[in-house]
Each structure stands twice: as C-alpha cells, then as structure tokens.
C-alpha cells in the first residue's frame, strides 16, 4: 500500500524560508504524480505544486511561482517543496498527495490516491 509521509513544517519569520519533505514509500513504478495542498484555518484546501515522477515535469498555482520550487529524489522516492520569502497568509497545514494511475498533475482533489498526513506552517509576522 502507498504510504505518504510529510515532514519539515514549522515556526519562521516573515521572509524565512522552510524546505517540506515528503516520502512516499509502496509506489509501484514512476508514472505517479506528487501534489502539495495546504489548508488555513476556515479555508478550503488548496493546490500549491506538483511534480510528475516520469518526467520530472512541474506545475505552481499563480500565486506560488518564483517563491516556492518543487524537486523530487527518485532514489529515495521523496518529493521536497522549498519555500521561500515566507509571508504570514502561508500559515496553513501542507499536506502532499499522489496520484498514481497516470502520473499527471492537477488541481483536482479527487483525483489523488492517497494523503500525507500534514504538516504545519507557521510563518509569524
């Protein structure tokens, strides 16, 4: 079975920067896909990046280009989202997510197999 395990959330400063990691272990092969969803208080969950494992393809909502980059570590199956020029709207839970019937990003929550259990930001102003 696909596990996800999210790691790295914490307490920063406006302007400091957090790398979250998620390991994912039980994948069959490489065509799945590795989202990152955060969730504020009071807020629907939203999309903030995905990485597509068979081509190392990357897709960023608008709000999140130029300030955040996503990666993956094939060898040891993790995907990482470095965060920079943190600003305090980015306190959420950040949870990751794989699609693994064919490995395509998307903003689509259904679409996703199986969650991470969340990490917590908080970025203090």
């Known amino acids: 079975d696909v596990q996800l395990q999210a790691s790295g959330g914490g307490l920063v400063q406006t302007g400091g920067s957090l790398t979250l990691s998620c390991a994912a272990s039980?994948?069959?092969?490489?065509?799945?896909?590795i989202a990152w969803f955060r969730q504020a208080p009071g807020k629907e969950r939203e999309g903030v990046s995905c990485i597509s494992a068979s081509d190392d393809s990357t897709k960023y909502e608008d709000s999140f280009k130029g300030r955040f980059v996503i990666s993956i570590d094939h060898a040891k199956n993790t995907v990482y989202l470095q965060m920079n020029s943190l600003e305090p709207e980015d306190t959420a839970v950040y949870y990751c997510?794989?699609?693994?019937?064919?490995?395509?990003?998307?903003?689509?929550?259904?679409?996703?197999?199986?969650w991470g259990q969340g990490t917590q930001v908080t970025v203090s102003s």
């Open positions: 997510a794989a699609e693994t019937t064919i490995g395509i990003c998307s903003w689509i929550k259904g679409t996703y197999d199986y």
């Open positions: 039980g994948l069959a092969d490489v065509y799945y896909a």
